[in-house]
């Protein structure tokens, strides 16, 4: 199945308008083009989502226009605008934070940990293809489509959200990637945003979803297998 022009376009518009916003929050703090870490970080992150959004576009271009309408302001429940706004903040911070330390010094992580981040970061993004991948209906705000069924097969075997998992991952990596420790403290406040979220959403998956709660039953763990 082949995209739209116009799907593409608005794509490419986007994807523009995020990595120009993610350079712009590494580096402005920082003042300088001289942060190698952010520079690994950004051009592995560019890699990572063109190359996601190409094969959606292609093997799923529906996918990709449900991905589209996503911000707070596209959320049909409350509590859900507000933990968009929250997830929103504190993935801003999650970028910046890094990149004052770096202007400061406060932290001196030795290249392993910069290496690891990088490698969580593409962990991090592979799960979320996984989960892209087996459920065309992964959109960016929480909905039930008319057409949607509940999706039990690939990652979702193991656990009931595989794309939040990837994302706690690869944005784990972020703050280590960018050589940062007090990084993860903005990565500590967006998980406890993201479980918020998720647990919202099942909620409303049972009232709205048939058989949302049935596999709910099936598959015990939320995020890692045999643990939560």
């Known amino acids: 199945m082949k995209a739209s022009v116009s799907l593409m376009t608005k794509t490419i518009a986007g994807i523009a308008a995020l990595l120009v916003a ?3 929050l590494l580096f402005l ?4 083009l001289g942060y190698w ?3 690994i970080f950004w051009f592995e992150f560019a890699g990572l ?3 996601v959004t190409i094969y959606l576009l292609v093997k799923d271009p529906a996918l990709v226009e449900r991905r589209l309408k996503g911000g707070p302001t596209a959320e049909k ?3 859900q605008r507000i933990i968009q706004w929250l997830a929103m903040l504190f993935f801003v911070a999650l970028l910046v934070l890094p ?3 770096h202007r400061l010094g406060w932290s001196h992580l030795s290249w392993w940990f910069v290496l690891l981040g990088n490698v969580f970061v593409v962990i991090g993004w592979f799960v979320i293809f996984l989960a892209f991948r087996e459920n065309s209906f992964a959109s960016s705000i929480i909905e039930v ?3 949607q069924s509940v999706v039990s097969t690939g990652p979702y075997r193991l656990v009931r959200h595989p794309m939040y998992a990837g994302a706690l991952i690869f944005m784990l990596g972020i703050p280590l990637a960018l050589g940062s420790w007090w990084g993860l403290l903005s990565w500590a406040a967006l998980a406890a945003v993201i479980i918020w979220r998720l647990l919202d959403e099942e909620e409303y998956l049972s009232r ?3 058989g949302y709660a049935d596999y709910c039953a099936r598959t015990c763990y939320r995020l890692i297998p045999r643990i939560y």
């Not at 703090?29 to 300088?32: K, L």
């Open 49 to 51: 989502v063109v190359a």
């Open 22 to 24: 993610v350079g712009a």
């Open 37 to 39: 870490q952010a520079w």
């Open 99 to 101: 990149a004052v330390d």
């Open 77 to 79: 429940e409350k509590s």
């Open 29 to 32: 703090p920082v003042w300088s």
């Open 208 to 210: 709205n979803l048939p």
């Open 145 to 147: 489509d008319k057409e």
